[in-house]
């Protein structure tokens, strides 16, 4: 007795047998045109309230985009960075996959609670690799970083300020001071021969971590260990 497969069964096979495919290659999926990788969604008043705005793409100036205030932020898929001011200068916060009810949620600075631009943040490495040093054009003492991240350099012995620093790969921020506090400043691969190169108005760094976003790092988000130094 012959078995017969019908023209539907085979269709449901062949959808089958693609989600499959897909499911094992989720980076190959990530990359296919037409899908964005960053996506977040402004809320101008606290808590997820009021009018929200969506982002897929760099902003420059979110008042001329319609946004009067940013009030909280659902980011989807990231990761982001945030500007003090437009045009993407200012103070800088970084945003990963997760929800931010309030200004003090994505900074500790307390200078600002404004945000007037936004980019998404490239993630193209798993690697990570950094080099922080003590003078500009990358002279002087050295602190060097291989996937890891640092709450505080006091304990691993550089008590050095930071003026230029040396990505090598990944993306990185780093932090005024121990425990992943104060000003932030974002460390994307390439050179900073000076402090104002990578937005810093004194040479002050003490604490620095990687950005993993989904296609590295499962969660995509990143929560500091409590009592961290």
């Not at 003090?104 to 490239?122: L, V």
């Not at 050295?142 to 008590?159: N, R």
């Not at 974002?186 to 900073?192: A, H, S, T």
Request: aromatic share 14%; net charge neutral.
């Amino acid at each position: 007795m012959r078995s017969i497969i019908s023209p539907l069964s085979l269709y449901s096979f062949i959808i089958l047998f693609t989600m499959a495919t897909d499911h094992q290659n989720p980076a190959s999926k990530q990359q296919q045109p037409g899908t964005s990788a960053f996506k977040l969604i402004i809320y101008e008043q606290e808590n997820f309230q009021g009018r929200c705005h969506e982002l897929t793409g760099p902003c420059n100036d979110l008042q001329e985009a319609g946004v009067e205030k940013v009030g909280s932020i659902l980011v989807l898929c990231g990761p982001w960075v945030g500007y003090e001011q437009a045009n993407c200068k200012g103070e800088q916060y970084v945003f990963e996959k997760g929800e931010y009810p309030r200004w003090d949620s994505w900074t500790n600075s307390r200078r600002s609670d404004n945000i007037f631009a936004f980019r998404p943040i490239k993630v193209d490495s798993q690697e990570h690799k950094i080099v922080l040093y003590e003078n500009p054009s990358f002279a002087g003492k050295k602190i060097e970083i291989i996937d890891d991240d640092v709450p505080s350099f006091h304990s691993h012995g550089y008590q050095e300020k930071v003026t230029s620093v040396r990505v090598q790969s990944g993306t990185w921020v780093g932090y005024q001071y121990p425990g992943y506090r104060g000003y932030q400043y974002l460390f994307e691969k390439g050179e900073y021969k000076d402090c104002a190169e990578f937005g810093a108005q004194f040479p002050q760094i003490q604490s620095v971590r990687r950005i993993r976003d989904m296609q590295w790092h499962q969660r995509g988000a990143f929560h500091p260990v409590a009592g961290a130094n």
